[in-house]
């Protein structure tokens, strides 16, 4: 199984990083990966994600949604024999105003043999800038 996975400590309380992940209206404002999520986020429910690097929407399924600890959704090229992503957040409260942010994909499927070293740098890279954009919000408060 291919995967990326990122993680960095943010100096806010874990409550403003989780509003701010749950805030699926405001994602074209900051969220370099994904700009608009359409349907109502909810453990089980399929919603629909425009996957900017991708330049399309595709239907997600919200696998796990616990408050102020982890969002997990899995999306499937066609389908998920061919291509699946297992896309997560997990957030840990560190005391002191600082929340550990963990980031990441899990890729099962044939076509995922073919995500190779430089495809999964792009992807950790692109997750790191997201990871950036998303502490600064935190952080100072602003768009």
């Not at 874990?14 to 405001?26: E, G, H, N, Y």
């Amino acid at each position: 199984m291919k995967s990326c996975h990122t993680q960095t400590i943010i100096n806010a309380p874990i409550s403003k990083v989780w509003a701010i992940l749950t805030d699926f209206d405001r994602y074209p404002e900051w969220n370099p990966l994904v700009g608009k999520v359409w349907g109502t986020v909810k453990e089980g429910r399929i919603v629909f994600a425009h996957i900017l690097p991708l330049k399309n929407v595709f239907p997600i399924q919200i696998i796990s949604l616990k408050k102020q600890q982890k969002i997990v959704w899995k999306g499937t090229l066609l389908n998920a024999s061919i291509m699946m992503g297992e896309h997560y957040y997990e957030l840990k409260d560190l005391g002191n105003n600082q929340t550990e942010l963990q980031h990441g994909e899990r890729f099962s499927g044939w076509a995922s043999q073919w995500l190779n070293g430089w495809m999964l740098t792009k992807l950790q890279d692109s997750y790191k800038y997201h990871n950036q954009k998303l502490k600064i919000i935190a952080e100072q408060g602003t768009l």
